[in-house]
């Protein structure tokens, strides 16, 4: 398979991803962050080359032409994201594996290019009405942001069974525990 591994993780708003891959992270050290390009500007304390390369949609319509992304979307009219094939490079050249860490129909062509050498794995809540509580516990919501969020998920998680695996977060510490098995072991083979 050679060294050209990449670590897909990808799941509904509120499934509790991002916490799954920031502890993969303090914990594997040959992971590295894939660093993914945004049109938005940046929020808090968000810095470029660290959270996101923060691009204008002039440079990353030049980058589209140029075919210089391995995925990207517009996700909202005229807010763009997507993973540069420069950073996969990067960090092979590191000598370590990207962790991507992407929405699902961001994953979902990710995957198709780089079939046989990545590894995905689809983070799912353990029901609509567990990520309502979630959603809600957040606090950042309105009702119509919530639902639409809800619908989105419902949307997504029915390309569930697209990826190479399905682990449920119930319990975050089991569910960690899960993926970093299947990380170990993909990398291991």
Same mark, same amino acid.
């Given at each position: 398979?050679?060294?050209? *591994? ?8 509120? @499934? $509790? ?15 590295? !962050?894939?660093?993914? #390009? ?5 929020? $808090? ?10 691009? =204008?949609?002039?440079? !990353? ?15 909202? #009219?005229?807010?763009?994201?997507? =993973? ?8 092979? #050249? &590191?000598? *370590? ?8 129909? $961001? ?5 198709? *290019? ?14 609509? &009405? #567990? ?8 606090? =950042? ?9 809800? $619908?989105? @998920? ?9 990826? &190479? ?7 975050? &510490?089991? @569910? ?9 072991? !993909?990398?291991?083979?």
């Amino acid at each position: 398979m050679g060294s050209h *591994k990449i670590i897909i993780v990808t799941a509904p708003s509120g @499934a $509790g991803k991002t916490t799954i891959v920031k502890k993969l992270l303090s914990e594997m050290p040959e992971l590295a !962050f894939s660093i993914s #390009a945004a049109t938005r500007a940046p929020r $808090g304390d968000e810095t470029h080359g660290k959270d996101y390369y923060f691009l =204008t949609q002039e440079d !990353f319509h030049q980058r589209i032409a140029e075919h210089a992304f391995a995925e990207y979307e517009m996700v909202y #009219a005229g807010k763009y994201y997507g =993973t540069l094939k420069s950073e996969l490079e990067r960090i092979w #050249a &590191d000598g *370590k594996y990207p962790l991507v860490d992407i929405d699902v129909k $961001g994953a979902l062509s990710i995957q198709e *290019k780089y079939q046989g050498t990545a590894l995905t794995i689809f983070i799912q809540p353990p029901s609509l &009405d #567990a990520l309502r509580v979630r959603l809600s516990e957040r606090g =950042t919501e309105t009702q119509a942001s919530l639902e639409e969020r809800l $619908g989105k @998920a419902r949307y997504e998680l029915s390309f569930a069974h697209q990826f &190479d695996h399905i682990v449920v977060n119930e319990h975050l &510490d089991k @569910a960690y525990g899960e993926v970093k098995v299947l990380v170990e072991n !993909f990398l291991a083979d």
